[in-house]
């Protein structure tokens, strides 16, 4: 069981709580909404804070990454399949099944609250079965079920992993290739595990906007493993002022690093254009714009959708000098000769399954090869937008080798005017970041979303001019 704020209902009444858990679900099924987006809101709207909040947002987001895990428990408890099951009961279920296997919540306080939810939620003629399914649940403990989850061990090894871990099997085996192209052929289980664990709260300390020993004051927080913008704080990062003022963010330590090896890179060129080619939110192009006034240089930052452009506007700020462009970069008349181009990548965000608990439920091996034509797309279109001796940071928060590797092998193939350059070597802060050109950070290792980071240099260059380096910030 693990340490999570503990909590004993006075009556069978449904506790705002666990109810705003149980609308997270419904609106990630019903609406498609993103669970790290849609839950905050909800918590905000119902005036829901303090250990409630922390009880809501582990029962919720426990109960998105283990739903595969719960829901071969259930079928076994069940003489209905999965499918027979009325979908907010099976909800109701999945929620007091992690009550019971995976929260310091007594049996009878989760059988009864959860008696007491269908209820609520308009199917009282489904309160038994709910009440029953529960309870036998809760006669045998977490380690005794999961060593029933099929397949056995004995049949096969990693698919029983990828089921006792609520993986699906595509997402575990492509998990599973990419730790082994990265020389990590044992460390499957660890990588699964940590995919189960709540990320830490990162912060940015904007560069140009604040400090991060200004912002490790504010927030009474440690200094990040790595970037040196990083915070890692506990609790609301709302409470902190440069949060609210925009001065700070919350944003993973691996999606600071991204930012920092682009404008780390030696570039061979003149250096006062840099792009973001797919900003949105804004995080890192908040990041990159403090660091262009700071070189001299002008960033433009492109973003597909308009409400995902207004984001990056906000995210930026009134005082920003970065022009943001609202449009498909792929057809926008911006220009080239950019010497500096991030490329954040549209991904499966298998990197992210921690932050984003319904991801693995949401994506699909069909999603691959639409993204993969996209991926290139973009890649190919940001060479062809840089000067000679410029440098394209192509990034996903995905380690799958679809939309890495193999992207950068199939692009570069086509390509004589490109070079790889080596990523890893311009982050030395991180040990074991990859063990070719590429920058890998992983959960299990690093601590940080799952990051993958190329560095292409165009090579088609017909000046003499010195190579340049941004600072630091």
Known sequence: MSDRPRRRPKSAEVDPARLAAYTLLREVAESGAYANLALPKILRDRSISGTDAAFATELAFGTLRLRGRYDAIIAQ??????????????????????QILGMRVPDYAAVSSSTALVRRVGRSGAAGFVNAILRRIAQTELTDWLATLPPRVEQDGNDHLFAVN?????????????????GQEGKLAELLAANNSAAPVTLVARPGRISAAELQKQSEGDPGRYSPWA???????????????????????G??????????????????????????????????????????????????????????????????RALVVSGDVRQLP???GFSRILLDAPCTGLGALRRRPDLRWRRSAADLPGLRHSQQELLDTALDLLRPGGVVAYATC????????????????????????????????????????????????HDTDGMYLALLRRTDSSANEPATRSPDG
């Open 77 to 98: 408890c069940s003489s209905r399949s999965l499918d027979e099951i009325d979908d907010r009961a099976l909800d109701v279920l999945r929620l007091g099944c992690h």
């Open 166 to 182: 609520s993986h699906p099997r595509w997402i575990g085996a492509a998990l599973a290739a990419s730790l082994a192209s990265d």
């Open 231 to 253: 915070v890692r704080i506990t609790g609301d990062p709302g409470r902190i002022e440069a949060v609210r003022n925009g001065d700070a963010g919350v944003q993973d330590e």
């Open 255 to 320: 999606s600071q690093l991204i930012a920092l090896a682009l404008v780390r890179a030696e570039v061979d060129c003149a250096d006062d254009r840099w792009l973001d080619m797919c900003a949105g939110p804004g995080g890192k192009a908040a990041d990159l714009a403090g660091l262009a006034e700071q070189a001299g240089a002008e960033l433009t930052a492109v973003e597909q959708h308009s409400h995902r452009a207004d984001l990056v506007k906000q995210t930026l700020g009134p005082d920003s």
């Open 334 to 336: 911006i220009g080239s």
């Open 398 to 445: 995905s380690p799958h080798l679809g939309e890495t590797d193999e992207v950068i092998d199939a692009v570069i193939a086509d390509r004589v005017d490109v070079e790889q350059l080596n990523a890893s070597e311009l982050i030395p802060e991180v040990d074991g970041a990859g063990s070719g050109a590429a920058l890998r950070l992983w959960p299990h290792r």
